[in-house]
C-alpha cells in the first residue's frame, strides 16, 4: 500500500505493519541494499491507512510511507509539491519487493500484532488541533513532524519533533490515547498541552476550533 509517498526529498522511507510479517524487515533492508534508501520501520498495522482491511483479514502487509505534511487532504497538495525522483526510488523498492513475493514458492506468514486499546472515538473528526502527528515515529507519546500554520497548535507554540505526552488531563503513550484526549476537547476552550522538546518536559495551552 502506498499512502502517502510523494514528499521523499530528504527524508526516509517508512515502512509501516512490518510486524504483520517476520519476512518484511530483512526482505526491504536486503532489497533497498542497492538501491541506496533511508528506511525507518514501523510495526503497528493498525495505523490510519489502508491497510487495516488486510490486517483483519490476516494477509500480512506492507505500507511505504514518506511522513505527515501540512498540505494534507488541503488543496495546497498540488503536483508541484511532489519529489518525482523520489517517487521513482520508491518504485523501484516495490517493484522489487513484489517480484521476490510473486517468485516465492510460499506467501509470507501472517503474525497478529496485538492492537493497543482504544477508547472513545465521538467528536474527533469535527475537533482541529493544527498538530501533524510523526507516524514514522516509535515512542512513547505522539510525535509531531509538523504542525499547521496559523492552526491552534502553532498559537500554542508546539512544533514538529514535539513529543505530546499528555492532553485535556490524560496520559498520551499513543495514537490511540491522543485520539481518546481529542473526544475530550471542547471547541474554543483552552486545554492543557503536556509535551516533550529535547528532553525537557514543557506546558502549554491550545485551543482547538472547529474543522472546516
Known sequence: NFDMVGRLEDDPLNLQAVGSSSIWTDLAEELNAPLGLDLTFVSDPYLPTDVGSLNAAE??????????????????????????????RIVDLATAVASNLANRPDAPDFIRVEREQQRGGGATMRIFTGTIPD?????????????????????????????????????????????????????????????????????TELIPRVRE
Open 59 to 88: 494477509v500480512p502487509s506492507l505500507n511505504f510511507f514518506t511522513g505527515s505534511h501540512e498540505d494534507y487532504h488541503r488543496p495546497t497538495d498540488d503536483a508541484d509539491t511532489l519529489d518525482y525522483e523520489g517517487l521513482d
Open 135 to 203: 507516524y514514522t515515529q516509535e515512542v512513547e507519546g505522539l510525535s509531531l513532524s509538523g504542525v499547521i500554520g496559523g492552526g491552534p497548535a502553532e498559537a500554542a507554540g508546539l512544533q514538529g519533533g514535539d513529543v505530546i505526552v499528555g492532553l485535556a488531563g490524560q496520559a498520551v503513550t499513543n495514537i490511540y490515547d491522543y485520539m481518546y484526549a481529542l473526544d475530550l476537547l471542547k471547541v474554543g476552550e483552552p486545554s492543557e498541552v503536556v509535551f516533550l522538546r529535547d528532553g525537557e518536559r514543557l506546558t
